[in-house]
């Protein structure tokens, strides 16, 4: 067995070759081995393109060793139709005779019927395979589908007397409090986000553009909390460097359970992944309905004395480590 938790934690390394890229599906990796060396690999296009199982046997320079090889995948092959045709047919018609699985795709599309077809054209399947690691690894999929709403990341810079912004400024723009290093972190993160958040009073007092600048990577949908519809159109966040979409009285209900509204409408808009990244209010908005899964905290050295209070989050974190003289706090909600 631990032949097989090798391989399947191949595939989990290869699949995040596609973070950020593949939504809503979800981000796969694949490896074909035959008589135990890896014969072929491949992860998830970008969406639209082939899925990991696809590119793997693809892969594969000698396809006659396929009808002897194994598939590993992190996750069950799909069984249906969509952008692309059933990975399972496809694995089926390679005569591919083991396929060891990491864990089920609960997605109602698919739920074990993957596997059913596999087995019912005599493939042997093994299922479970680093189970937990698989489920972690495609969380934001998990998340979406059977909590229909999108993974939820909080994130926000405090100073080291817990403030998040200062009272007043004289520019609209952020006033950092974080080193360079840890900004550059935070648009790696966005890159593997589908979407991010912030409320009408971050882009106004910031302006803030909310894409990768300092990374390579696809710039996040940016979702603009704006009740009234006051913000000016000539606000960054306007700009042509990605999708906006404004959320105003039209689209939520902003009197009540906002986090939940806003997270049922990011989910019709088949949104998977979205980082909550201000101001203040809006942020402990999601953590008072209690509607978050990870929240990161970075905390800097410096200190306004007055300003914003930072959110407050009442649990211990998780992990915590330095960033130069930045320290990032990480916290993951079990109970959500």
Not at 155 to 175: L, N
Not at 212 to 229: A, E, Q, Y
């Amino acid at each position: 067995m631990k032949i097989h938790e090798k391989y399947i934690k191949r595939c989990i390394e290869i699949a995040k070759n596609g973070l950020g890229t593949t939504a809503p599906n979800p981000m796969v990796g694949c490896v074909i081995v035959h008589e135990n060396k890896i014969i072929g690999e491949g992860f998830t296009s970008s969406y639209g393109g082939s899925h990991a199982e696809v590119n793997a046997i693809q892969s594969v320079s000698n396809k006659t060793l396929l009808e002897k090889a194994t598939l590993y995948v992190t996750l069950e092959p799909c069984s249906h139709y969509g952008k692309t045709p059933p990975c399972s047919d496809l694995i089926i018609k390679k005569k591919i005779p083991n396929v060891v699985i990491g864990t089920i795709d609960t997605h109602s599309k698919v739920a074990g019927e993957g596997i059913k077809k596999l087995e019912a054209a005599g493939c042997n399947v093994i299922v479970g395979i680093l189970e937990d690691a698989c489920k972690e690894h495609h969380k934001r999929f998990f998340t979406f589908h059977n909590k229909k709403r999108p993974y939820v990341i909080l994130k926000w810079a405090e100073t080291s007397d817990g403030f998040i912004a200062p009272k007043t400024k004289s520019e609209q723009r952020p006033v950092w409090i974080t080193n360079s290093y840890s900004r550059q972190l935070v648009h790696k993160w966005r890159a593997e986000e589908q979407a991010i958040l912030v409320g009408t009073n971050t882009v106004m007092e910031d302006n803030p553009s909310l894409t990768v600048r300092s990374w390579t990577g696809k710039n996040p949908i940016r979702i603009v909390l704006d009740r009234n519809n006051k913000l000016p159109k000539k606000l960054a966040v306007f700009n042509d460097d990605a999708m906006t979409i404004c959320l105003s009285e039209k689209e939520v209900d902003f009197d009540k359970h906002l986090a939940k509204n806003i997270c049922e409408y990011l989910h019709n808009e088949d949104i998977q992944s979205v980082i909550i990244e201000g101001g203040s209010k809006t942020l402990q908005t999601f953590i008072d309905e209690n509607i978050w899964d990870e929240a990161r905290v970075f905390r800097g050295q410096n200190m306004f004395k007055s300003g914003i209070k930072a959110p407050v989050l009442s649990t211990t974190p998780d992990t915590e480590h330095k960033i130069l003289d930045d320290t990032l706090k990480t916290y993951f909600n079990t109970k959500s």
